[in-house]
T-cell receptor
Framework: ETGVTQTPRHLVMGMTNKKSLKCEQH?????MYWYKQSAKKPLELMFV???????ENNSVPSRFSPECPNSSHLFLHLHTLQPEDSALYLC????????????FGNGTRLTVT | QKEVEQDPGPLSVPEGAIVSLNCTYS??????FMWYRQYSRKGPELLMY????GNKEDGRFTAQVDKSSKYISLFIRDSQPSDSATYLC????????????FGTGTRLQVTL
């Protein structure tokens, strides 16, 4: 496996469910990100994990909880989501958080019913 | 006013046409500019990266930055059906990946 791998590719969950999204990068990078991509809206940064910083977008609701056990793995734990949380969730990695480009996974398409 | 404005399209052009994709922005501190290409059901991939004003060319692709007008462009020469995708502009003041501001993306369709 190369690049950034996200699982599952698709997820349908009810508002009372708890689920987790998984991301794994095989690029030797040391920074990982969660982005939310909704139709007709720009990519929204949710969380960043790196040696240099951990950034949380203050507008992200607490029903989204990130976990980064090491530099290769990133999780997004989901609980009591709302229908407006339906979107494509993209994981990305980079070498540091400076000028290095982002490498994205193919995303998890989440539908909240 | 959005910090970055990008026409969502869709933009439909015949094969072989020259395509111009554009973004305008309001933050004069932006000096790092990127274009990402996103195919359907895939994640974005970096296409072009430029710093400050000027042009950068890579094969059929040319990125142009006009900081005085707060306007960036991506030109695609001899467009191919394989260029059909959504093109996202992104920019930042510091180049820091965690500080990128993205446009909404322009969907391009190149027809045979």
């Amino acid at each position: 496996e190369t690049g950034v791998t996200q699982t599952p590719r698709h997820l349908v969950m009810g508002m009372t469910n708890k689920k987790s999204l998984k991301c794994e990068q095989h690029l030797g990078h040391n920074a990982m990100y969660w982005y939310k991509q909704s139709a007709k809206k720009p990519l929204e940064l949710m969380f960043v994990y790196s040696l240099e910083e951990r950034v949380e977008n203050n507008s992200v609701p607490s029903r989204f909880s990130p976990e980064c056990p090491n530099s290769s793995h990133l999780f997004l734990h989901l609980h009591t989501l709302q229908p407006e949380d339906s979107a494509l969730y993209l994981c990305a990695s980079s070498q540091g958080t400076g000028n290095s480009p982002l490498h994205f996974g193919n995303g998890t398409r989440l539908t909240v019913t | 006013q959005k910090e970055v404005e990008q026409d969502p399209g869709p933009l439909s052009v015949p094969e072989g046409a020259i395509v111009s994709l554009n973004c305008t922005y309001s933050n004069s501190a932006f000096q790092y500019f990127m274009w990402y290409r996103q195919y359907s059901r895939k994640g974005p991939e970096l296409l072009m990266y430029t710093y400050s004003s000027g042009n950068k060319e890579d094969g059929r692709f040319t990125a142009q930055v006009d900081k005085s007008s707060k306007y960036i462009s991506l030109f695609i020469r001899d467009s191919q059906p394989s260029d059909s995708a959504t093109y996202l502009c992104a920019m930042s003041a510091t180049g820091t990946a965690s500080k990128l501001t993205f446009g909404t993306g322009t969907r391009l369709q190149v027809t045979l």
